[in-house]
């Protein structure tokens, strides 16, 4: 018999759970359930700045309040950096990252900057001032303990992976269920920052590597998430990791077509759950989940 589907709710704990949180799960834990798959949960709490314990109490709270159950024990990034460590390594081997010392704000005020295209969040692209700096130097300035992030080196990195496969590409669910290739360019991109100092891994290179290791086989997140795939799946062809199938659902909008967010009280669930509503209630006035 060949192993079940693995599907995944990796929800950050930087804020309170809202509807459109409970309408992932409740997608993934449907989709899961109809193809007799096994559902996880992994908590993204790589952001040590931002991620809070009473979220992480708080989210279990909140799904086991929706009906969901999810296999023990519960992953955690933070548990795993040594892992993140390791694919930072092996790009670092096929020398596709850079050090880059310039500050945020460095960043945002260069004159190049002001010219550059958007990224597909909204930025603009990295203009790559430390690109061609002198690794001799750079080794100067890590070795005095500057601060530095490490970026990618994006057309350096597309190039090698276009030698490793035909396309960057993934396959994407349809209406239909059925699943078409897209293909993506994660040029879009720029020079992304895989690590810093009080981060030393990204959401991008931490979901690569938690995907393959908890052998995620089908991964459900809202439409915002679906240009950061362009940048997944070129670590993972780079990594040599396996590639999941995707499903990027539809997102809850407020009255206003507003994609609902972390810092809105009255779509928080603890919110909504004070109101006396029933899961059930709840349920029956979200969308369809498979649309
Ligand atoms: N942790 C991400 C979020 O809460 C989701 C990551 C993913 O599903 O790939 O937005």
């Known amino acids: 018999m ?6 995944r709710f990796a929800p950050s704990p930087n804020g309170e759970l809202h509807l459109g949180h409970a309408y992932s799960a409740l997608v993934t834990d449907h989709l899961a359930r109809q193809q007799r798959g096994r559902f996880l949960l992994r908590i993204e709490d790589v952001d040590g700045g931002r991620a809070r314990d009473r979220f992480v109490e708080q989210i279990y709270d909140d799904l086991a309040w929706l009906g969901l159950r999810w296999e023990m024990p519960v992953w955690k990034q933070s548990d795993h950096m040594q ?22 704000r460095e960043i945002t ?3 190049l900057t002001k010219s550059m295209p958007q990224t597909p969040d909204g930025y603009p692209i990295y203009p790559g001032i430390y690109r061609d700096y002198s690794p001799s130097k750079a080794a100067t300035r890590i070795a005095a303990g500057e601060p530095h992030t490490l970026r990618l080196n994006m057309k350096k990195a597309v190039a090698l992976a276009l030698q490793k496969t035909p396309e960057i590409s993934f396959r994407e669910r ?9 293909a993506v360019s994660p040029l879009e991109w720029g020079d992304m920052v895989l690590a810093r100092r009080e981060m030393p891994t990204s959401y991008n290179l931490a979901v690569v590597v938690d995907d393959a290791l908890q052998g995620i086989t089908h991964v459900t997140r ?6 950061a795939t362009s940048m997944q ?21 407020d009255m206003t077509g507003r994609k609902l967010s972390k810092s809105d009280d009255e779509t928080s669930l603890k919110t909504i759950r004070a109101t006396g509503i029933s899961a059930a ?9 498979i649309l």
């Open 83 to 104: 892992n993140y460590a390791k694919a930072l390594d092996k790009l670092k081997q096929l020398d596709v990252l850079y050090p880059c010392f310039a500050s945020r």
């Open 222 to 227: 809202g439409e915002d998430l679906y240009f």
């Open 233 to 253: 799946r070129l670590l993972q062809i780079l990594l040599e990791l396996p590639q999941p199938l995707y499903f990027h659902h539809p997102l809850l909008v």
């Open 281 to 289: 209630e709840l349920c029956l006035q979200l969308p369809p989940l």
């Open 109 to 111: 005020e260069h004159e």
């Open 174 to 182: 349809q209406k239909d269920g059925s699943y078409q290739l897209v």
């Open 2 to 7: 060949s192993n079940p589907p693995v599907f």
